[in-house]
């Protein structure tokens, strides 16, 4: 597998989140209104947001249909909106207004996932964490690391496979190839560093 994450470190040497935040309190709102949006979007709308809403206590006190008119374009703006404002008063209540660094804490807030929990304790708190999103997902299945559509399963089989030091950083490496190389649909796989080894490549050239 070393081969593997030397061709991830030669196409992304050092891979960043693409989020705007500056406190795992903003990324954690950010990482919520990213579900099947996309990130330059996420962008655009707490780049405004967090000029007057930036901590738990204010998202509390917002009136539900202020927020979700502040969060509309994101999408799923209804349930993004209610469960920004449950995690905060989770957040104010259970954690002393602070987001907790550890994947039950985590977990334990109300609209907080195994996927979500895991890009703040990698990308907030700089932890060991391999977050699956639908990138992670079809890469792996792609490359033919996991045979799985389950998140969890993936998640479980990749930190098997890789060393826990490279999970951070793998993580949005296989998010960066799958955004722009690996893209569900037309992948660029005439230029692909991972020709030689894609089983999805191979299935497919033989249908051909
Ligand atoms: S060869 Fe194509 S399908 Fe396979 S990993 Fe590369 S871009 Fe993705």
Redesign the pocket.
């Known amino acids: 597998m070393k081969k593997i994450l030397s061709k991830f470190d030669t196409m992304f040497k050092n891979p960043t989140c693409e989020l705007h935040y500056k406190t795992p309190f903003q990324l954690l709102v950010a990482v919520i209104l990213s579900a099947q949006c996309t990130d330059k979007r996420v962008n655009l709308v707490t780049d405004e947001l967090f000029k007057t809403h930036n901590k738990p206590e204010d998202f509390v006190l917002i009136p539900l249909d202020e927020l979700e008119e502040k969060i509309h374009s994101c999408g799923f703006y209804r349930n993004k909106a209610k469960a920004i404002k449950s995690t905060s008063l989770d957040i104010v209540e259970r954690f002393d207004g602070k987001v907790p660094s550890n994947f039950d804490d985590l977990t334990s807030l109300a609209g907080v996932g195994r996927k979500t929990a895991n890009v703040i304790i990698a990308e907030a708190f700089k932890g060991d964490a391999l977050a699956v999103d639908t990138h992670v997902l079809r ?1 792996s299945n ?2 033919g690391l996991v045979d799985t559509k389950d998140p969890n399963k993936c998640e479980d089989k990749l930190k098997k496979i890789f060393p826990k030091k490279s999970w951070s950083k793998l993580h949005y490496q296989m998010v960066l ?1 799958g955004r722009y ?2 893209k569900a649909i037309k ?3 005439k230029e ?4 030689d080894i ?4 191979k299935t ?1 050239n033989k249908k051909k």
């Open positions: 890469v792609r490359l190839f190389h690996c992948p660029q796989c692909c560093l991972f020709a894609c089983k999805w490549t497919n």
